[in-house]
């Protein structure tokens, strides 16, 4: 018996647990629908906590950088002289202008300042968005209010990860991930994976579709069967029995568990003559899509809340943090996130970033950087097959569409983004 053989538990299909997202076919219409992704827009993105960056970004006090989200608005995210993260809208209270660009005003930028200077009229902005000087102001007629600002949104920090929220009303963001999902992300010691790589692409296609992509393990031996085996045959047997995974569906988060190949032996002497082969140069390298082989003992990540489904040669724990971020937690000792930002309904933004360890050998940086190389290749993989989607779904011809138990996360999704629309319709309807 292979080792793959060896995955299975025998265990009957996971959707019939979830009797509330049925067995039926399902609609994409939400995914093509120009009305239904604006309703999304106002119901999710503009009241859900979003993932905007990490806490190295602003490395000491008096740091900052903007993101560009498009629907959204422009935001500068700083660090003030007593360390506290604001999140401010990226506008000035005069006439409207952008207050923090460089060159281009569309671009993203980042830098380091003790206040913000309207590039217009030369309003000025203390790091917590509260307008300190108003150029010549004795040509205004009435009195400027004292609250004149660059508005300021909810921003909460979590494990390093920075936060955003465009409602006044939003809950807290620990009790909007939930206490599962607080004790078990946040037990990992992120500030230990300071070697950071990013990929970042724009993609043809409905932002749900894009994490479609990575919300099921029935694709790999098709769309990257070239890294497993040019034999289709061969490459369905090297991917784990479905019944090998656990899921966990705390709506609305998701967490899947996957199980991976155990880590090569060491072994003396040559790996063979250089050959055109992953197979190869994994071996070389001592790294792959799962991560480096020689695993790193003096991390301490490996606490008692990974892998809660108890996956026999657990690989990776994936967490879905709704609406659009998947942290990934790595049992090789690195982390990976995707990120899905929509700028229309036929558009979004796919950001991909890894944080390993500082590495103390140059062989242990090569094999991260085969984990990179990997990781992005599977990516612009599964980017095509969501343009290919997305174009073919664009035009209606079929409306029904069916999905089986492995995609049971899949069904899940999308449940909550239209759980989330009709409470959000209904709810303006009073």
Same mark, same amino acid.
């Given at each position: 018996m292979s080792s793959i053989d060896k995955l299975a538990t025998g265990r009957e299909k996971y959707t019939l647990d979830y009797p509330e997202l049925g067995t039926g076919p399902v609609s994409y219409e939400d995914s093509i629908s120009e009305e239904f992704f604006e309703a999304e827009r106002e119901a999710i993105f503009k009241r859900t906590w979003l993932k905007v960056g990490r806490i190295e970004q602003l490395p000491r006090n008096g740091t900052f950088f903007t993101r560009e989200l498009k629907g959204l608005g422009s935001i500068v995210i700083s660090r003030h002289t007593d360390g506290k993260v604001y999140a401010l809208h990226n506008i000035c209270a005069h006439r409207g202008n952008k207050v923090v660009w460089q060159e281009h005003p569309a671009e993203e930028s980042k830098g380091s300042a003790r206040q913000f200077q309207c590039k217009y009229h030369g309003w000025r902005y203390g790091l917590d968005g509260k307008c300190s000087y108003v150029t010549k102001r004795d040509q205004f !007629? #009435?009195?400027? @209010? #004292?609250?004149?600002?660059?508005?300021?949104?909810?921003?909460?920090? !979590?494990?390093? &990860?920075? !936060?955003?929220? +465009?409602?006044? =009303?939003?809950?807290?963001?620990?009790?909007?991930?939930?206490?599962?999902?607080?004790?078990?992300?946040?037990?990992?010691?992120?500030?230990? &994976?300071?070697?950071?790589?990013? +990929?970042?692409?724009?993609?043809?296609?409905?932002?749900?579709?894009?994490? =479609?992509?990575?919300?099921?393990? %029935?694709? /790999?031996? %098709?769309?990257?069967?070239? &890294?497993?085996?040019?034999?289709?045959?061969?490459?369905?047997?090297?991917?784990? @029995?479905? =019944?090998?995974?656990? %899921?966990?569906? &705390?709506?609305?988060?998701?967490?899947?568990?996957?199980?991976?190949?155990? /880590?090569?032996?060491?072994?003396?002497?040559?790996?063979?003559?250089?050959?055109?082969?992953?197979?190869?140069? %994994?071996?070389? +390298?001592?790294?792959?899509? !799962?991560?480096?082989? #020689?695993?790193? #003992?003096?991390l301490g990540y490996l606490t008692p809340e990974r892998n809660p489904g108890e996956v026999r040669y657990w690989s990776n724990d994936q967490y879905w943090l709704f609406p659009n971020l998947s942290i990934q937690l790595w049992g090789r000792g690195y982390v990976i996130t995707y990120q899905y930002i929509p700028d229309s309904v036929g558009g979004h933004n796919y950001e991909v970033d890894i944080y390993f360890p500082e590495p103390k050998t140059a062989s242990e940086r090569l094999a991260q950087e085969v984990v990179v190389d990997s990781t992005i290749e599977f990516a612009m993989q599964d980017t095509n097959t969501v343009e290919a989607s997305y174009s073919a779904l664009a035009n209606r011809a079929l409306q029904q569409f069916h999905l089986s138990d492995m995609e049971l996360m899949i069904r899940q999704f999308h449940h909550v983004v239209r759980q989330a629309v009709a409470a959000h319709r209904a709810g303006n309807d009073k």
């Amino acid at each position: 018996m292979s080792s793959i053989d060896k995955l299975a538990t025998g265990r009957e299909k996971y959707t019939l647990d979830y009797p509330e997202l049925g067995t039926g076919p399902v609609s994409y219409e939400d995914s093509i629908s120009e009305e239904f992704f604006e309703a999304e827009r106002e119901a999710i993105f503009k009241r859900t906590w979003l993932k905007v960056g990490r806490i190295e970004q602003l490395p000491r006090n008096g740091t900052f950088f903007t993101r560009e989200l498009k629907g959204l608005g422009s935001i500068v995210i700083s660090r003030h002289t007593d360390g506290k993260v604001y999140a401010l809208h990226n506008i000035c209270a005069h006439r409207g202008n952008k207050v923090v660009w460089q060159e281009h005003p569309a671009e993203e930028s980042k830098g380091s300042a003790r206040q913000f200077q309207c590039k217009y009229h030369g309003w000025r902005y203390g790091l917590d968005g509260k307008c300190s000087y108003v150029t010549k102001r004795d040509q205004f !007629f #009435d009195s400027l @209010p #004292d609250e004149l600002a660059m508005p300021q949104l909810q921003c909460e920090v !979590f494990a390093g &990860f920075i !936060f955003v929220n +465009f409602s006044a =009303d939003a809950p807290p963001l620990r009790e909007f991930l939930g206490e599962k999902l607080v004790r078990e992300l946040e037990c990992w010691p992120y500030e230990k &994976f300071t070697n950071h790589w990013s +990929f970042r692409t724009y993609v043809k296609g409905n932002w749900k579709i894009g994490i =479609d992509a990575l919300l099921e393990w %029935y694709h /790999p031996a %098709y769309v990257h069967g070239r &890294f497993l085996d040019v034999d289709v045959n061969q490459a369905e047997k090297l991917v784990p @029995p479905m =019944d090998s995974y656990h %899921y966990d569906l &705390f709506t609305p988060h998701m967490l899947t568990s996957v199980p991976g190949p155990p /880590p090569l032996k060491k072994k003396q002497g040559s790996v063979g003559p250089p050959e055109r082969s992953e197979d190869w140069i %994994y071996k070389l +390298f001592r790294a792959g899509l !799962f991560g480096p082989d #020689d695993l790193r #003992d003096d991390l301490g990540y490996l606490t008692p809340e990974r892998n809660p489904g108890e996956v026999r040669y657990w690989s990776n724990d994936q967490y879905w943090l709704f609406p659009n971020l998947s942290i990934q937690l790595w049992g090789r000792g690195y982390v990976i996130t995707y990120q899905y930002i929509p700028d229309s309904v036929g558009g979004h933004n796919y950001e991909v970033d890894i944080y390993f360890p500082e590495p103390k050998t140059a062989s242990e940086r090569l094999a991260q950087e085969v984990v990179v190389d990997s990781t992005i290749e599977f990516a612009m993989q599964d980017t095509n097959t969501v343009e290919a989607s997305y174009s073919a779904l664009a035009n209606r011809a079929l409306q029904q569409f069916h999905l089986s138990d492995m995609e049971l996360m899949i069904r899940q999704f999308h449940h909550v983004v239209r759980q989330a629309v009709a409470a959000h319709r209904a709810g303006n309807d009073k």
